[in-house]
């Protein structure tokens, strides 16, 4: 049974341009390293980790480009963290987009620099979670 995230791993070519780029954009340094080959911090409200690897260390037959799934992270305001990602060089990859009339559900997402897809997501259920559980 799925119980929750726990590591979402994205690959980069240039591993330390990646470092880089999302140390500015999450507003923290990684909190674990193993050199040349992963970093990883934790955020959000329950510490979920996101680690960016060595593209090198992909499995077989992994993609460049990007594609599949979307891994959503739940946001406070959409719009400016879109923004935001956009500044710093993501390029969009599905705009603003509500799903469902009245539901609260929006996402949109972007293509970082370095070819991975980041899914942003105002969820109603999560914000709901959140207010109950409170965060980590």
């Known amino acids: ?5 726990a590591t ?3 690959y980069a070519d240039d591993l330390e341009a990646a470092k880089d780029w999302y140390t500015e954009f999450l507003g923290t340094a990684p909190y674990f390293t193993v050199a ?3 970093y990883e911090w934790r955020i959000g409200d329950y ?3 996101f680690g960016i690897v060595n593209r ?5 037959g992994a993609h460049n480009e990007p594609g599949g799934a979307i891994a959503n992270w739940a946001v406070t305001d959409l719009e400016a963290t879109l923004n935001r990602l956009l500044e710093l060089g993501a390029t969009l990859y599905d705009p603003i987009t509500p799903r ?3 539901t609260g559900f929006v996402t949109a997402s972007v293509v ?4 991975n897809v980041l899914g942003l997501m ?3 259920h999560y914000a709901e979670i959140l207010a109950r559980t409170g965060p980590a």
Not at 1 to 5: A, E, F, I, S, T
């Open 100 to 102: 469902g009339e009245g």
């Open 1 to 5: 049974m799925l119980r929750g995230l």
């Open 122 to 124: 105002s969820n109603p």
């Open 8 to 10: 979402l791993t994205f």
């Open 36 to 38: 040349g080959g992963y």
């Open 56 to 60: 090198a260390y992909a499995p077989a």
């Open 47 to 49: 510490q979920a980790e």
């Open 112 to 115: 970082d620099p370095f070819g």
